[in-house]
């Protein structure tokens, strides 16, 4: 018998698990359909950086809204995802690197973020072993960490004790009207209709999109990154260069994560994303100048993974402009992991027809129009060596 959830949500990453997480709640019945593992693509591979500094001033709403969700993560979920308020710097290297930092620092405060300017003592206190030569840094205490392995199954294994389904290995490769709802087809013949569908599938959204004449120019990219030997913990915050070539944490058990920059473009099938080890070798030699005492820790391992971007690097968080009851979130550009729980209050919010507490303009899915090719502009500066 074809089932009949009220919404289908296709992709179970942290957009389609908060969404579906928020519409449960909301009294709705909701399935989510992942064509792989839940949380096994971007939401589980990424960083888990909840950084609020430096965010486009277009998107402070909706991060600040995210933030507040993060810090109450555990009440609301009834389980941790080893969130933890650990602070992030900023920090300048060039004259270049100084102007934009105090903009970032200018634009946070005034956007409801409180940022502080940091001098070397500042910096030396905060980051032990940083180089001298650093001398401009900013911080602000609400940025945080999560473990993005942790994050996405607690949503999911939440949004199942209120009800709602989940079905792995169910890879959707058919959307269509039908009557005044939706039949999803699977790849291997099965059905399930809905009078509301979420197209949350990353990377992958696009093709979804576009068979409802909605095109985006997204692409996909990841962030090679690296973690070392576990080494004396001694950097508790986020420490990130304003010029992007160094954005590292440090975890209790001593590992420093290394998100390295710039990102590299995903291979031809959009199935994964090669890690250049050139950009290792030059991640590891900028981490070194900021804090010469990590020269010589071994890495163990390094990874990427395929996220969608746009070329203005902010999500779509959209209705439908043509097919009444389908509704977008995708495109997290390198950010989704920290706006997540306020993509799921947005949409929840469109599709149940309440107040969705923040301006969701900046993320209409047709601001591109008909520019097409934009992502090129961009994408080409991902695969700098
Ligand atoms: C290496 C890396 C580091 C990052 N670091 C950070 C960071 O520190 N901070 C931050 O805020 N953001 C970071 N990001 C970005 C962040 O991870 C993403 O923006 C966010 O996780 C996107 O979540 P999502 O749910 O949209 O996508 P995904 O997690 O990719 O989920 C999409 C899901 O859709 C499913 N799907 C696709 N097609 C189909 C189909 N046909 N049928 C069924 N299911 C389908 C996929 O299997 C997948 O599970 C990083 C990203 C990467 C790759």
Redesign the pocket.
Known sequence: MTRKPDVIV???????AFTAWHLARAGLSATI????W??????G???????LQGRMPAQYALSLLAQEFWEDFEAQIGEGCEYDRTGHIYFASSEDGRKTLLKYLAASNENGLVVEALGPEDLARLVPGISPAIKTGSYSDRCATANPRLATPAVCRSFLRAGGTLEQG????DVRREGDGFVVTSQDGRTMSSAVVVN?????AGAFAESFGEAVPMFGA??P?FVTEPLPYILRPVLQAVEGDVIVRQIPRGNFIF?GYPRTRSNADGEHTFVPPQKIRAGMAALCRAMPGIAGADIIRSW????GYLPDMLPVIDRSRTTQGLFH??G?S???????PAVGIALSALITGSEPLCDLTPYRIDRFGSDLVASEKIGKEFDRD
């Open positions: 296709i992709g179970a990453g942290l957009f389609g359909v992942d064509r792989g839940l949380g096994a693509q971007s939401s591979a990424n960083f888990g950086n909840l950084r169910w890879h959707v490769s949350a599938a990353g990377n992958w990841g962030p990154q998100a990427s993974g395929v996220e979130a995708f997290g390198g950010g989704g992991f920290q706006i997540a």
